[in-house]
């Protein structure tokens, strides 16, 4: 009886005064500064409870999927981490916002999921677990098929467009351009009835990946091309045409290879067009697989450990954010990570087996995440900072590479 009680968690209904003042306040902010377009020609909203599936390319997609399905509100699943800092502690949890270890097995967060379903409300997840780092679909666990096939209740697509440019992984703040979004019936009950796990995962990531949706008329843009480049080298440190490390550096809207002089300038397109030097990528997807392969060619059954020495950094109370907490060594060989040092104060000894982190989420030049067994970790690399891009390649590489039975849908690095 106690356990049951420690896993039951109450999801309240989204605060219908709040979320109608988000929707006055923001959804013109959307229109005007970001020309949101909503394609609705594929949708009639459910009768009854639904469940809204949508890509995830950048921060301002929550914004954006909640409010082009009001008045319908959702309950949204959103990172653990981030009912720690003020003041989303309370507004969370007020919006009726779901906590998520990441890449775990997280009892909570399924029970919270089905709660609402069962009080007829609505939910927003976001597959893929994570915010898109180079601008791709990034794939789904497997897992969201069965979790579909057992809430039996229809499902609603949102492929978000041109958020990635407005709002890159990369920098903080936003950048004005154009926003789309399509809105389309994917699943009715019947279908998720009748339809088994690997199809309707199949049919998720054909629609979240776009690719059974017409390419837009127009390429989406900024609309200002200033220091459109800045901040990359925080997620690209891999040169492939010197195959140097940590060598890039940006200014404006050039990114230039220190070591060989291959340079090449951003536009309001995301496109990299070559300014001189040896030919880098045209977008960054093709560089981040570039960066992964170069990765992928290191690890073999017989690799030496990669070792990193870190500062830990952990959640300790709601409000308080995520603080150090200890620091230590550590390291990744293909049975798993592994850390050795301190945390408050006492001796850890920690490992997260291989198959149990198909990926390792990051914050540019500050941190990357391991979530296990319903606790997050941050590491931050004490050398350089900058390393935690290379970590988190190496880590989901490592996942491809020596997962026996790998639950991702898409492989890392290729699109």
């Known amino acids: 009886m106690r ?5 039951r968690i109450k999801i309240k209904k989204p ?13 013109p902010i959307l229109k005007i500064f970001f020309r949101l377009k909503v394609d609705r020609r594929d ?12 890509n995830h390319k950048s921060f301002i997609d929550f914004l954006v999927a909640m409010l082009t399905v009001y008045p319908r509100r959702l309950n949204a699943v959103a990172a653990q981490k981030f009912f720690y800092y003020r003041p989303l502690n309370v507004l969370l949890p007020i919006m009726g916002c779901i906590p998520k270890n990441l890449f775990d097995p997280d009892v909570r967060s399924v ?10 409300g609505n939910l927003l997840i976001f597959p893929e677990g994570r915010c898109s780092v180079d601008g ?5 666990n497997k897992a969201t098929g069965k979790l579909v096939k057992k809430l039996n209740v229809p499902v609603v697509s949102c492929h978000i467009e041109g958020s990635y440019i407005c709002m890159p992984f990369w920098r903080k703040g936003v950048r004005l351009g154009r926003v789309r979004v399509t809105l389309a019936n994917l699943f009715d009950t019947e279908d998720t009835r009748l339809l088994d796990v690997d199809e309707i995962n199949r049919r998720i990531d054909c629609r979240l990946s776009g690719s059974d949706t017409p390419a837009p008329s127009k390429p989406f843009q900024v609309f200002r091309a200033k220091r459109l480049a800045e901040g990359l080298e925080n997620i690209i440190y891999y040169c492939p045409v010197c195959e140097k490390e940590f ?5 404006g809207n050039t990114i230039r290879c220190s070591a060989c002089g291959a340079t090449a300038e951003m536009d309001r397109y995301a496109m990299l067009n070559p300014v001189q030097g040896g030919v880098l990528p045209e977008t960054l997807s093709k560089w981040y697989e570039k960066q992964a392969a170069h990765e992928m ?12 020495e870190v500062i830990v950094r952990m959640p300790l109370k709601p409000g308080q954010g995520v603080v150090p907490c200890g620091n230590g060594e550590l390291q990744l060989d293909p049975e798993g990570w592994r ?31 391991i979530y296990a067994k319903g606790r997050f970790y941050m590491f931050t690399p004490v050398d350089n900072p900058q390393k935690c891009a290379k970590y988190a390649v190496i880590g989901e590489c490592a996942y491809w590479r020596f997962s026996v039975d790998p639950q991702m849908t898409y492989e890392f690095g290729i699109s």
Request: proline content about 9%; hydrophobic content about 40%.
């Open 3 to 7: 356990k049951e009680t420690r896993h």
């Open 15 to 27: 605060n219908g005064f709040l979320y109608g003042l988000v929707y006055i306040l923001f959804y």
């Open 43 to 54: 949708y009639r909203p459910p009768k009854g409870p639904f469940i809204v599936l949508s």
């Open 111 to 120: 029970l919270g999921i089905f709660s609402v379903i069962k009080n007829g």
């Open 136 to 140: 791709s679909y990034m794939g789904i």
């Open 247 to 251: 060598t890039l550096e940006t200014q």
């Open 297 to 308: 060619r290191a690890l073999s059954s017989d690799m030496e450990p990669v070792k990193a």
């Open 339 to 369: 850390f050795d040092g301190t945390i408050l104060g006492e001796d850890t000894h920690l490992f997260f087996p291989i198959d149990s982190v198909p990926a390792i989420p990051f914050d540019p030049k500050d941190d990357f995440q």
